[in-house]
C-alpha cells in the first residue's frame, strides 16, 4: 500500500536514553517534515528535508536531529530524552510545490518517564 | 510573530450546518489548509485555498479573504463520522506551513 509509515505506533522510553523514530515513504516525494502534536497546541515542526541530502530547523529542532540519506527515509533522532519530549509525532512528506498536500504517517506516541 | 486562532471546540447537531472560523497572521502568505484529525489517527488534507472566495467539494466547502485574514470551513448536512479535530493551516513565505491548534467538532443525534 502507497503512503507513509513510521515505526514505532507507540514506545515508552526512560529519560536519558536515545531513540530513533524512523519514516518511510513510497511516493517518491521530495520534501519530508518531522512534527510533534501536543494537547491544545497545534502541529509544530521539528525538523524538515525538501530534497534528499538536505535538511533544516523548524520551531522546535532542540533535543532532535535528523538525516536524509535517501528520497524515502527520514528518521528522527531523540539523543537523550526528556519527559517534555512526550508528544505524538508525526513524520510528513509532500511534493514540496505551493498547495502540495501533505500526507502523514499514522504517528507514534512516545512516553519519556 | 506568526499566529493562527480557530476555536477550541463547537458542538451541532446531525444534519445541520457549522462554520468554523480561522485567522492568520504569517510571515507572507501564499495559501490556507484544512485538514480533518480523527481522534488517534493522522491528519488528512480537505481543502485549499490561494485566491479570495469560495471553494466547493461535495458537503465541505472552503472560504478565503486574504485581505482579512481570514477562513472559514463550511461542513453542511453534518454526520456523526464529522466527529473529529478541524486543524488550520497558513503557508507562510517560505511555504512552511504554520498549524492551527484545532477544533474539535463534536456532532450531537
Known amino acids: 500500500i502507497a503512503g507513509i509509515t513510521q515505526a514505532p505506533t507507540s514506545q515508552i522510553l526512560a529519560a536519558g536514553r536515545r531513540m530513533t523514530l524512523r519514516c518511510t515513504q513510497d511516493?517518491?516525494?521530495?520534501?519530508m517534515y518531522w512534527y510533534r502534536q501536543d494537547l491544545g497546541l497545534g502541529l509544530r515542526l521539528i525538523h524538515y528535508?525538501?530534497?534528499?541530502?538536505?535538511?533544516g530547523k523548524g520551531e522546535v529542532p532542540d533535543g532532535y536531529s535528523v538525516s536524509r540519506a535517501n528520497t524515502d527515509d527520514f528518521p528522527l533522532t531523540l539523543a537523550s530524552a526528556v519527559p517534555s519530549q512526550t508528544s505524538v509525532y508525526f513524520c510528513?512528506?509532500?511534493?514540496?510545490?505551493?498547495?502540495?498536500?501533505?500526507?502523514f504517517g499514522q504517528g507514534t506516541r512516545l512516553t519519556v518517564v | 510573530g506568526q499566529n493562527i486562532d480557530q476555536p477550541t471546540e463547537m458542538t451541532a447537531t446531525e444534519g445541520a450546518i457549522v462554520q468554523i472560523n480561522c485567522t492568520y497572521q504569517?510571515?507572507?502568505?501564499?495559501?490556507l489548509f484544512w485538514y480533518q484529525q480523527h481522534a488517534g489517527e493522522a491528519p488528512t488534507f480537505l481543502s485549499y485555498?490561494?485566491l479570495d472566495g469560495l471553494e466547493e467539494k461535495g458537503r465541505f466547502s472552503s472560504f478565503l479573504s486574504r485581505s482579512k485574514g481570514y477562513s472559514y470551513l463550511l461542513l453542511k448536512e453534518l454526520q456523526m463520522k464529522d466527529s473529529a479535530s478541524y486543524l488550520c493551516?497558513?503557508?507562510?513565505?517560505?511555504?512552511?506551513?504554520?498549524w492551527g491548534a484545532g477544533t474539535k467538532l463534536i456532532i450531537k443525534p
Open positions: 485555498n490561494v
Open positions: 510528513a512528506s509532500s511534493d514540496g510545490g505551493e498547495g502540495a498536500e501533505a500526507f
Open positions: 528535508s525538501n530534497t534528499a541530502g538536505t535538511t
Open positions: 511516493m517518491r516525494h521530495n520534501a
Open positions: 493551516a497558513a503557508t507562510d513565505s517560505n511555504y512552511q506551513l504554520i
Open positions: 504569517t510571515s507572507g502568505f501564499n495559501g
